[in-house]
């Protein structure tokens, strides 16, 4: 069995400064992980995707996520945030037939 | 331009009318899914098919339904909708049914109950 964890529910930042996401996963073998951004009453777009080869991802509108086994961790990051980066965030797992395994969601507010 | 479209983006339907939300795709993937949303929480997967077979998750109610005519065309049939079906409706594509492979999001269409 796998699991996600996305360890804050809300992040608030200023508009310019670094995002951080955080993520978390269990599982008994390599999975393949995505991030994925949702703006209200939107499906969800994918931001970048791990699927074991360079350990750090780069992503649409600037984001990236490293892969770290050791802390089995794959956190998002950008430099420097954008008001049109206020959105929902979920980090995801696939495991067999490419079923996702969804975190519970980070809402990133940005302010000026 | 739109790759998986949902129609309509916005659906009320009365307790209990039988309502189908559409989705079509112009990527020509094998696999169609679809997932109920409630406010504030991921998405759930409810079914998905891979080319014509059909694949239920055990947890989704019967009153659900879904049919696949063609590789293009999805839909999901929710025979008597109650209050608690009221959420947003996405559907998602994949190449094939491989964890490597990402899946691709409709808007969704938005489901209220009267």
């Known amino acids: 069995a796998q699991s996600v964890t996305q360890l804050d529910s809300h992040v608030s930042v200023s508009e310019g400064t670094p995002v951080l996401l955080r993520c978390n996963y269990s599982?008994?073998?390599?999975?393949?992980l995505f991030w994925y951004v949702q703006h209200p009453n939107k499906g969800l777009q994918l931001l970048l995707k791990?699927?074991?080869?360079?350990?750090l991802v780069k992503g649409i509108n600037g984001f990236e996520a490293e892969f770290k086994k050791s802390e089995t961790s794959f956190h998002l990051t950008k430099p420097s945030a954008h008001m049109s980066d206020a959105a929902e965030y979920f980090c995801?797992?696939?495991?067999?037939?490419?079923?996702?395994?969804f975190g519970t969601g980070t809402r990133l507010q940005v302010t000026l | 331009d739109a790759m998986v479209i949902q129609n309509p983006r916005y659906q009320v339907t009365q307790f209990g009318k039988p309502v189908t939300l559409s989705c079509s795709q112009t990527?020509?993937?094998?696999?169609m899914y679809w997932y109920q949303q409630k406010s504030s929480q991921a998405p759930k997967l409810l079914f998905h098919?891979?080319?014509?077979?059909?694949?239920n998750e055990a947890d989704t109610p019967d009153n659900f339904q879904s049919r696949r005519p063609n590789t293009s065309f999805c839909f999901l049939d929710i025979r008597s909708p109650g209050l608690g079906d009221a959420a947003m409706y996405l559907c998602?594509?994949?190449?094939?049914?491989?964890?490597?492979?990402?899946?691709?999001f409709g808007d969704g269409t938005r489901l209220s109950i009267l």
């Open positions: 998602a594509t994949s190449r094939e049914a491989d964890s490597n492979q990402p899946q691709h």
């Open positions: 599982s008994s073998y390599s999975p393949s």
């Open positions: 791990y699927t074991s080869a360079a350990t």
């Open positions: 995801v797992a696939t495991g067999t037939a490419s079923k996702l395994t």
């Open positions: 990527l020509n993937h094998n696999v």
């Open positions: 098919y891979y080319d014509k077979d059909f694949n």
